[in-house]
């Protein structure tokens, strides 16, 4: 019976052993893992501290029990220290300081991000706090229920700091939202559509500090003060929210590299080395948008790596379909979704590209209940084919965003969309759908 060894039992690693153990008996599963839980959806951190749920219980969907009563070994606050790729050997220590030598057949990486730590005065200062685990999001918790902490600064306005920002406010605590780059969520909109998250955020009194790099945090025993290159504000939180990088310790120097460190695979999540598979935030993603390689940390992403590696580590070929970054957030009901590359991001990678733009109503004018729906689809004025799409509105626009997906997976061009076959029913939408007007408006 072939061992298959999982590290990370996370979103990916879960994904993973869920596949193998659903579709294939005849395999020895075992799985590290060096936290105390797993499968805790980040992504409830912001809706358990902004008090949008009552607790954290729901935002766990497997447990080392589900997976053994399905025939996996789980070791759970066990970290695996290294791996002898020829040997095919991995050596874990669990924090009772038991050690394992385990032989495999295949590998799966699931190792995960490691969020990044500025290295600046008063990083170590009391009520510093990085934003990652489900005791991160303890500790926060508990943390603000000190009266005396009125002031918190979120350092980073992408995704984590936006969605935090929002959080500590509803708590009722005054909120300063910093980042180095003009705007918050530049990776993924282009200022079209920051600006109408900056406004939201405004209206529902976060302060922005945009365009302003920290230099320093102050305080005796706990965080007092952030200091960045053009004010002081007060601070009895600071929140670290500047992004991930990929965990690749355990294949560095073994492993082929992609520039930002992460774990090189294939279509089949497989690395440079045979029988060695990475899933998830530790690994590259093939990006539709771009044609090639890119690294895109979405737990979205983690799960269809893990179902991929699940199948290829089991000997059934199956290839990921590629991504393209889809992604999404609501912030006091303002909805903000986009898929493939900004305009922005097109033009620096070098495309001819182009953005065709739209407003309107997402209902006919006479139904009374209605929202303002805005679209940009941006897309290469030399192929025509979609690059990317954003939209923006008040109104649960989700299934549009899944065509745009789909468009720049199977490579469709903008003039295919203008005649699309859209429904309408009042209910929903109007005769003519924005998103049908939108391509109409496409520059030739
Ligand atoms: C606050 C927050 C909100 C988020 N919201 C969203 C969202 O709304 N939508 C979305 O798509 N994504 C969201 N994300 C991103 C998403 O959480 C990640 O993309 C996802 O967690 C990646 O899953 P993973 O299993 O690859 O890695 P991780 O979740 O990082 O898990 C890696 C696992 O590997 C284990 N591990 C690492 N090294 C070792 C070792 N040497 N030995 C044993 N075990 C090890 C760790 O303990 C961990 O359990 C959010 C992230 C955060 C922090
Ligand atoms: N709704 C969703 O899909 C969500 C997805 N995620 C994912 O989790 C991952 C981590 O999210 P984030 O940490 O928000 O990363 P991010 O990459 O989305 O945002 C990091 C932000 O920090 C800023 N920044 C970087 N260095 C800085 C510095 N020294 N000082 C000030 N600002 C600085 C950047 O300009 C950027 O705006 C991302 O891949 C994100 O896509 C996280 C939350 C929600």
Known sequence: MSRIIVVGANHAGTAALNTILDNYKDHEVI?????????????????????????????????????EDKGARIYMETAVESIDYDKKIVYAKGVDGTEYKKTYDKLILATGSLPIVPDIEGKDLKNVQLVKLY??????????K??????????????????LAEAFKRWGKNVTLIDCV???LAGYYDTEFTDGMKEQLQKNGVKLAFGETVQKMEGKDRVERIVTDKNTYKADMVILAIGFKPNNKLGEGKLKLFRNGAFIVDKQQQTSLP??????????????????????????????????????????????????????????GYNMLSTGLTLAKAKKLGFDAAAADYEDLQKPA???????????IVFDKKTRIILGAQMASDYDISMGLHMF????????????????????????????????????????
């Not at 005791?135 to 603000?144: F, S």
């Not at 000190?146 to 969605?163: K, L, M, R």
């Not at 771009?290 to 590696?309: D, F, M, P």
């Open 405 to 444: 997906s789909l468009a720049i997976q199977e490579q469709v061009t903008i003039d295919k969309i203008k005649l699309l076959d859209l429904f309408f029913l009042p209910h929903f939408n109007q005769p003519y759908s924005y998103i049908a007007l939108a391509a109409q408006k496409a520059e030739k």
């Open 135 to 144: 005791q991160n999001a303890q500790d926060v918790i508990e943390k603000l």
């Open 275 to 332: 029988d060695v598979y990475a899933i998830g935030d530790c690994a590259t993603v093939y990006d539709n948008s771009v044609q090639e390689l890119n690294y895109i940390a979405l737990a979205s992403n983690a799960v269809r790596s893990g179902i991929v590696a699940g199948h290829n580590c089991c000997d059934t070929k199956l290839e990921s379909e590629g991504v393209q970054g889809s992604n999404g957030i609501s912030i006091w």
């Open 146 to 163: 000190d009266e005396s902490i009125h002031e918190v600064a979120v350092v980073g306005a992408g995704y984590i700091g936006v969605e």
């Open 31 to 67: 799985a590290f893992d060096a936290n105390t839980n797993i499968s805790f959806l980040g992504c409830g951190m912001a809706l358990w501290i902004g008090k949008q749920i009552a607790g954290p219980e729901g935002l766990f969907y497997s447990t080392k029990e589900k997976l």
């Open 182 to 184: 003009d705007t918050c």
């Open 366 to 376: 006479f139904i009374e209940k209605n929202n303002k729906v805005k679209i940009r």
